[in-house]
């Protein structure tokens, strides 16, 4: 599933388009930004480990949701190669990490006017048949240390990509 992702800011200087692919136990996401990213801050690349917030600087993020329960998963992915996946139980209630035997597979690839991110997560420890519901989103932080929101449906003023509101269909 292909997706253009809206600011929730009138600036747009930026086009950033988001792909999602479920199979059975496979994660993969893409996301691809274009335009001026010299007013962008992407960290450097680190090792490949779990961290937290995250959210805190340019981060990629996916939502997943079955809408017959209240619990719901949570990706965050940084520049820096440092990922997660958290599980809430509810709508906003506190993320517990959610434990994975693989770790993903992160790729990027930049230049001036690109910058590319691949995520790929073999999750046996998920039926991920089971979601029908997600959401896409990024947060970038610009050089004035101002973070800026992004989602495939930015539903309201304020960003609140937990809100299932915001969700699209599987």
């Not at 939502?63 to 990922?83: P, R, V």
């Not at 209630?93 to 690109?114: C, G, Q, T, Y």
């Amino acid at each position: 599933m292909k997706h253009l992702l809206k600011p929730y800011s009138k600036k747009n200087e930026l086009t950033i388009e988001g792909i999602l692919t479920l199979s059975s136990n496979k994660i993969y996401l893409h996301f691809r930004i274009s335009g001026a990213l010299k007013n962008y801050q992407f960290s450097k690349k680190d090792r490949l480990k779990r961290a937290n917030e995250l959210w805190k600087a340019t981060c990629f993020e996916l939502f997943l949701a079955n809408s017959k329960t209240q619990s719901y998963y949570e990706i965050n992915i940084s520049s820096t190669l440092h990922w997660n996946i958290y599980c809430l139980e509810a709508y906003r209630a506190e993320p517990k990490e959610f434990i994975v035997s693989n770790e993903p597979l992160i790729k990027i690839r930049e230049d001036k006017h690109r910058y590319e991110i691949d995520f790929e997560l073999e999750c046996k420890e998920l039926n991920l048949a089971e979601f029908d519901q997600y959401n896409l989103a990024v947060i970038l932080l610009n050089i004035e240390n101002e973070r800026e929101f992004w989602a495939v449906n930015p539903v309201r003023e304020s960003p609140d990509f937990h809100n299932r509101i915001g969700f699209s269909l599987i």
